[in-house]
């Protein structure tokens, strides 16, 4: 998660909203990174997790993850939640719930719905609170409530 975290900080100077992650092999090697580019690439597909996982297929040369784990600081949203199901990932691993677009139990649960082929594992809260303050320092820099 500290890699993850690392990954969402950097996204702090495209100006895109700080959630980061990385995907790791069976035996725990980075296979891939990535982190908000949304901003930094005017494509609203460029959440962390999505750049991570086709990271991760490119270094596999394939996009079944099978094994893979994806660590992410924030809960996947229904459009990452559906990609790592699809993309076969293991087991999910994220820190912070998102109450407002979280699809792995705050609003939805793409991941262990029983009509997929493929329920990832799932272990959340990991460093929630860094990835929440970081959060709340982006947004309320933002706002001007924080120096």
């Given at each position: 998660?500290?890699?993850?975290?690392?990954?969402?900080?950097?996204?702090?100077?495209?100006?895109?909203?700080?959630?980061?992650?990385?995907?790791?092999?069976?035996?725990?090697?980075?296979?891939?990174?990535?982190?908000?580019?949304?901003e930094a690439?005017?494509?609203?597909?460029?959440?962390?997790?999505?750049?991570?996982?086709?990271?991760?297929?490119?270094?596999?040369?394939?996009?079944?993850?099978?094994?893979?784990?994806?660590?992410?600081?924030?809960?996947?949203?229904?459009?990452?939640?559906?990609a790592l199901?699809?993309?076969?990932?293991?087991?999910?691993?994220?820190?912070a719930f998102?109450?407002?677009?979280?699809?792995?139990?705050?609003?939805?649960?793409?991941?262990?719905?029983?009509?997929?082929?493929?329920?990832?594992?799932?272990?959340?809260?990991?460093?929630?609170?860094?990835?929440?303050?970081?959060?709340?320092?982006?947004?309320?820099?933002?706002?001007?409530?924080?120096?």
């Amino acid at each position: 998660m500290q890699e993850a975290l690392a990954e969402a900080r950097a996204a702090l100077a495209t100006s895109d909203v700080p959630i980061g992650a990385v995907v790791l092999d069976p035996v725990g090697a980075v296979i891939g990174r990535g982190r908000n580019e949304r901003e930094a690439y005017a494509d609203p597909t460029a959440h962390a997790e999505v750049v991570a996982l086709r990271e991760a297929a490119r270094s596999r040369g394939e996009w079944r993850l099978d094994g893979c784990t994806l660590v992410v600081t924030l809960e996947p949203c229904t459009m990452c939640a559906g990609a790592l199901v699809l993309a076969r990932v293991q087991r999910l691993v994220f820190g912070a719930f998102d109450d407002k677009a979280g699809a792995v139990g705050s609003l939805w649960d793409v991941v262990r719905d029983r009509r997929l082929n493929h329920r990832p594992e799932v272990i959340s809260g990991v460093l929630a609170h860094e990835s929440t303050d970081l959060l709340l320092d982006f947004f309320a820099g933002h706002r001007g409530d924080r120096a």
